[in-house]
C-alpha cells in the first residue's frame, strides 16, 4: 500500500464528511440527489480503501512520496507560486498592464531568463493580449483602483 | 441525402470566408507550435484559447479550437523528429523512426512523411465524420429523460475506467466531477446549493474556468516544479521537404490502415491518439516488404503513426458531437467550447444548428489542408520555436490562463476558481486522479441529473422508468462495458506487446 493511496483515501472521506454535513442545510426536497453522489463516492472510496487494506497486509506501507517528488525544485515552485499569487493580488489594485509588467519583470528574472528574452517575452505578451483581448474581444481589463 | 449534401455544400462556402480562412490558419499555426513544445499537450491549448472564442460566431470559435487540436498533434512530431522529444505523447511512436532518419541526414524527409500522413490521416477521418455523425444523431433522437441519465453514466464509466492506471479512482474522479457539478441552483428546485454565498456560483462551476484551471495553471505547477534545463537544439537539416511517387505508393497502404484504426480508436471512447500512435506503427511493420528498417528509421514507420494519431481526430469528434461523449480530454475541453456557445451536443447539432455543424466540418476538411501547407513550408521555423524555455512558458501560460478565465465576465473571483481548479489539476496529476473524468462529471452532471429527475418526476418517484425502454437496456449494457473495458484494453495492449517481441526476436535468431 502506498502513502500517496493513504491521502487519496483521506482527502474523499473528508470531502464526503464535508458535503454530507451541508446536505443537512438543505431542504429536503433538494437532499436526495447530492447525498446519492457523496454515497456513491464513499462507496468508491471504501472498495478501494478495502483494496488497499489487503495490500497493507502483504506489502506493508511503501512511502512512494520521494517517487512523486523527485526532482521537485522546492525554491522554484513555491516562489513561482508566491509571485503567480502576489499577481493576482496586484491586479485589481496597480491594474492589468502594471501588474502585468512588473509580474513579468520578477519572474522572469527569478526564472534566471537572459535580459533580451525577457524584454522580448514583456513586448511579444503585451501586444498580444492587447490585440486579443483589448482590440479583438474588447474585454475591459482591470484599470486598478491606484489608476482609475 | 440530398439535403446532407446540399448542407455539407453549404458549409464549405461558409468555412471558405475569408476571416473563416484566417481563423483556421492561425489556430493550426498555434497548434502546431503548442505541439513541438515538450510538455505542453493539445488540451492545455484548446483550453487556453477557449475564451478567444468567445466574440466569435459559434462555427468560427469551433474550427480555431479544432485548429489548436489537429495543429498540435501533428506539432508533437516536429520535435519527436528533430530533437527526439515526442511534443506530445500523440508522437511518441513517430520519434522512434522519425529521429534515425534524422540522424542518417533525411529529417526533412522524415517531417515530408509525417506531415502528408498527418494530412491523410485527418482528411480521411473527415469522410467517417461527415458519414457517421448525422445518423448517430438521428438515434439520438430517440433518447428521453431516462436514456441521458444512462448515457452520461456511459461517458462517466467508459472514460473513468479506460484513462485510469486504477480504474477505482478513475471512477472516484469522475464522481468527484459529477459532486463539483451540484454547486449551483438546484434545477427542480431551485434552491442554492453548496454556493457559500458566493452570487457567482449560483449559476455552478464556470466550466471555462475549470477547463482552463484543470488542464492549463495545472502545466504551470507542473513546469514550475521541475528544474529548468536548455533544450537540445534541433538538428540543421539540409535535404529537400518532398517525397517521390514510388515513395507515396510505398506509403499509401499503410496511410489507409491507420487511418482506420486511428478513427476507430478515436470513436472508442476513453482511448485516444496516444493509443493509436503505437497501434497504427505496429500494424505498419507488421504489414511492411522492409521490416528490417524499423526502429532504424523507416519512413512506413513515420507514416504509420502519424496517420493514425491524426485519424482519431476526426473520430472523437462523432461521440462528442452526436451523444456528447467526449473520447478524450481534448474533446472533452472542445464539448466545453461548444456548450459556452450556448449549444449543446446532441442531434439538435444536425436539425436546428445544422448551418454551424456543416460549416465546423468543413473548416476541420480545410485545416487539414493547412496543416499541410504550414507544417511543410514552416517546419524550419517551428524546431526553433520549440527550443522556448519552460522559465518563460511559466510566466506566459499564467498570464493567458488569468486573462482568459477574467475575460468570461470580467470577474476577479472566476480566477481564484481558475486557481482553485489549478490546484486541484496538479494534485489530481501528482496521486493519478484523472483529469479528464473530472472535466466530464462536470459537464455530464447537470445533464445526468436533470435526466435522472425528470424521469423520476414523470413516473411519481418510481424508478422502473429508468429501465423502461429497449434504449435504456442498451445503455446499461454498454455502461458494463465501459466497466469492463479496461480488462479489454489491458489484454489488448499485452498481446500488441507479444506480437512486437516475436517478430523482432525472430530476426536476431536468424542472424
Redesign the interface.
Known amino acids: 500500500m502506498k502513502q ?1 493511496d493513504v ?2 483515501v483521506l482527502f ?1 472521506y473528508v ?1 464526503c464528511l464535508v ?1 454530507y454535513v ?1 446536505i443537512g442545510d ?2 429536503e ?2 437532499q436526495t ?2 447525498m446519492t ?2 454515497g ?2 464513499a462507496l ?2 471504501t ?2 480503501a478495502f ?1 488497499h487494506v489487503k495490500r497493507f497486509l502483504t506489502e506493508g506501507l511503501l512511502d512512494d512520496f520521494p517517487a ?2 523527485s ?3 522546492t525554491k ?2 513555491f516562489g ?2 508566491l ?2 499569487l502576489g ?2 493580488v496586484l ?2 489594485l496597480a491594474g ?1 498592464y502594471v501588474a ?1 509588467l512588473v ?2 519583470v520578477s ?2 528574472l527569478f ?3 537572459p535580459k533580451l ?1 525577457l524584454l522580448l ?1 514583456i513586448l511579444v ?1 503585451a501586444g498580444l ?1 492587447y490585440v ?2 483589448t482590440l ?7 484599470m486598478g483602483i491606484l489608476f482609475s | 441525402m440530398t439535403d446532407t449534401i446540399l448542407l455539407a455544400a453549404a458549409g464549405f462556402l461558409h468555412a471558405l470566408h475569408p476571416l473563416n480562412l484566417l481563423a483556421m490558419l492561425m489556430a493550426t499555426i498555434v497548434g502546431i507550435v503548442i505541439g513541438c513544445l515538450p510538455g505542453l499537450s493539445a488540451a492545455m491549448g484548446v483550453a487556453l484559447l477557449l475564451p478567444i472564442t468567445f466574440g466569435m460566431d459559434p462555427a468560427t470559435g469551433l474550427i480555431v479550437l479544432a485548429g489548436v487540436y489537429c495543429g498540435a498533434i501533428f506539432g508533437g512530431s516536429i520535435s519527436a523528429i528533430l530533437v527526439h522529444t515526442p511534443g506530445t505523447p500523440a508522437s511518441a511512436a513517430t520519434a522512434i523512426d522519425g529521429y534515425e532518419l534524422t540522424l542518417q541526414g533525411k529529417a526533412a524527409k522524415a517531417l515530408t512523411v509525417a506531415c502528408v500522413a498527418s494530412f491523410f490521416g485527418g482528411l480521411l477521418s473527415c469522410i467517417s465524420l461527415y458519414c457517421f455523425s448525422p445518423l448517430l444523431a438521428q438515434l439520438a433522437m430517440k433518447f428521453k429523460s431516462p436514456e441521458y441519465f444512462w448515457l452520461s453514466l456511459f461517458g462517466l464509466t467508459i472514460i473513468a475506467g479506460v484513462s485510469s492506471k486504477s480504474m477505482l479512482k478513475g471512477l472516484m474522479s469522475g464522481v468527484l466531477g459529477l459532486l463539483l457539478s451540484t454547486v449551483g441552483m438546484d434545477p427542480m428546485e431551485g434552491v442554492p446549493r453548496f454556493t457559500f454565498d458566493f452570487s457567482i456560483l449560483d449559476s455552478g462551476i464556470n466550466t471555462t474556468c475549470a477547463l482552463i484551471g484543470l488542464f492549463s495553471m495545472s502545466q504551470v505547477l507542473i513546469l514550475a516544479e521541475k528544474a529548468i534545463v536548455k533544450r537540445s537544439r534541433p538538428v540543421d537539416f539540409k535535404d529537400k521537404i518532398g517525397l517521390s511517387r514510388k515513395e507515396m505508393k510505398r506509403l499509401s497502404p499503410h496511410i489507409v490502415r491507420s487511418w482506420i484504426i486511428g478513427n476507430i480508436v478515436g470513436i472508442l471512447p476513453g482511448a485516444g491518439a496516444s493509443i493509436a500512435c503505437f497501434m497504427g506503427y505496429n500494424e505498419a511493420k507488421r504489414f511492411s516488404k522492409h521490416k528490417e528498417e524499423f526502429g532504424k528509421g523507416s519512413i512506413e514507420g513515420v507514416a504509420g503513426s502519424e496517420a493514425a494519431n491524426n485519424a482519431v481526430t476526426g473520430g472523437s469528434l462523432i461521440p462528442t458531437l452526436t451523444l456528447g461523449i467526449p473520447g478524450e480530454s481534448v474533446t472533452a475541453v472542445l464539448m466545453g467550447g461548444l456548450i459556452i456557445q450556448g449549444l449543446q451536443p446532441g442531434p439538435e447539432l444536425f436539425t436546428t444548428y445544422a448551418g454551424m455543424t456543416y460549416t465546423f466540418f468543413a473548416g476541420f476538411v480545410l485545416i487539414q489542408f493547412c496543416m499541410l501547407a504550414v507544417g511543410l513550408f514552416g517546419a524550419r521555423g517551428f524546431a526553433q520555436i520549440g527550443r522556448l524555455s519552460d522559465a518563460i512558458l511559466i510566466p506566459s501560460i499564467f498570464i493567458l490562463c488569468v486573462v482568459g478565465s477574467y475575460a468570461i465576465h470580467n470577474n476577479l473571483e472566476e480566477v481564484v476558481i481558475m486557481l482553485l481548479f489549478g490546484l486541484l489539476g496538479w494534485l489530481a496529476h501528482k496521486f493519478d486522479l484523472n483529469t479528464a473524468a473530472i472535466v466530464l462529471g462536470l459537464i455530464l452532471g447537470p445533464i445526468g441529473e436533470k435526466g435522472l429527475r425528470r424521469s423520476l418526476l414523470l413516473n411519481d418517484g418510481d424508478p422502473s422508468i429508468l429501465f423502461s425502454t429497449p434504449l435504456c437496456w442498451m445503455l446499461i449494457g454498454l455502461c458494463i462495458f465501459g466497466l469492463l473495458s479496461p480488462l479489454l484494453m489491458n489484454r489488448m495492449e499485452r498481446r500488441m506487446r507479444e506480437v512486437n517481441t516475436t517478430t523482432d526476436e525472430a530476426p536476431a535468431k536468424n542472424a
Open positions: 500517496s491521502c487519496v474523499f470531502l458535503f451541508l438543505l431542504p426536497e433538494a440527489y447530492p453522489i457523496v456513491c463516492l468508491l472510496n472498495f478501494f483494496q512523486i517528488f526532482g521537485f525544485q522554484q515552485f513561482a507560486v509571485l503567480c499577481f493576482v491586479l485589481p492589468f502585468s509580474f513579468l519572474c522572469l526564472l534566471h531568463v528574452h517575452t505578451l493580449i486579443v483581448f479583438f474581444l474588447k474585454v475591459p481589463l482591470p
